[in-house]
């Protein structure tokens, strides 16, 4: 059985950091791709990172370049993403997501999901 679990979320100040873990168990990344996504209320889920399993390639979305950094441990399963000078916008709910090739952009694209774990941004 695949699992996803995230942790990390928390409410955090305006221009501070976090960091949120997805530890993965019942699949073995080779080839794959991981991502994070995130949804605020109302509104739809979004692209904000990926990361190719194999050779670390990394990919973000325009609104947290710069900010944010997506990694992973090979020992661990687990991805990470470390997010700084975060800003209220960057509220929301962040899912890590699973699929089999590379990473994708296109939430449709993964085939395994985490439950979310809450960001809040004060401003």
């Known amino acids: 059985q695949v699992q996803l679990v995230e942790s990390g979320g928390g409410l955090v100040q305006a221009g501070g950091s976090l960091r949120l873990s997805c530890a993965l168990s019942?699949?073995?990344?080779?080839?794959?791709?991981m991502g994070w996504f995130r949804q605020a209320p109302g509104k739809e889920r979004v692209f904000v990172a990926a990361i190719n399993w194999n050779i670390g390639s990394t990919y973000y979305a325009d609104s947290v370049k710069g900010r944010f950094t997506i990694s992973r441990d090979n020992a661990k399963n687990t991805v990470y993403l470390q997010m700084n000078s975060l800003k209220p916008e960057d509220t929301a709910v962040y899912y890590c997501a699973a699929r089999y090739g590379g990473y994708a952009t296109l939430a449709g694209l993964y085939n395994y999901w985490g439950q979310g774990t809450q960001v809040t941004v004060s401003s």
């Open positions: 019942g699949l073995t990344l080779g080839s794959n791709g």
